[in-house]
Nanobody, 118 residues
Framework: QVHLVESGGGLVQPGGSLRLSCAAS????????MAWYRQAPGKQRELVGT???????VYADSVKSRFTISRDNAKSTLYLQMNSLKPEDTALYYC????????????WGQGTQVTVSS
């Protein structure tokens, strides 16, 4: 059973940066395509971006050129570097498998809150 723990969120001013981490256990992380998701208040959870086991990334248009997903397979850890943050990036951020993963999504972790406000 996959266990996901997100961390690194916080309060940041517009234009600032944050780096989120996601520690994964109980899975063969190094071969899993992974993803970051977010859910803003009153909205559905949305896909932020994905990363293959080899490091190829794809991003939602809303975060392209501002966010960068990376992974350290030796540490079974996923990262999300967020730059030039905007108030509309405020959300609870989660990691999970790529939505196209043949085994589907794992149980969601608790997420990490990102608030962008002056």
């Amino acid at each position: 059973q996959v266990h996901l723990v997100e961390s690194g969120g916080g309060l940041v001013q517009p234009g600032g940066s944050l780096r989120l981490s996601c520690a994964a256990s109980g899975s063969v992380f190094h071969i899993d395509a992974m993803a970051w998701y977010r859910q803003a208040p009153g909205k559905q959870r949305e896909l932020v971006g994905t990363i293959t086991s080899g490091g190829t990334t794809v991003y939602a248009d809303s975060v392209k050129s501002r966010f960068t997903i990376s992974r350290d397979n030796a540490k079974s850890t996923l990262y999300l570097q967020m730059n030039s943050l905007k108030p509309e990036d405020t959300a609870l951020y989660y990691c999970n498998r790529d939505p196209r993963h043949p085994h589907g999504l794992a149980d969601w972790g608790q997420g990490t809150q990102v608030t962008v406000s002056s």
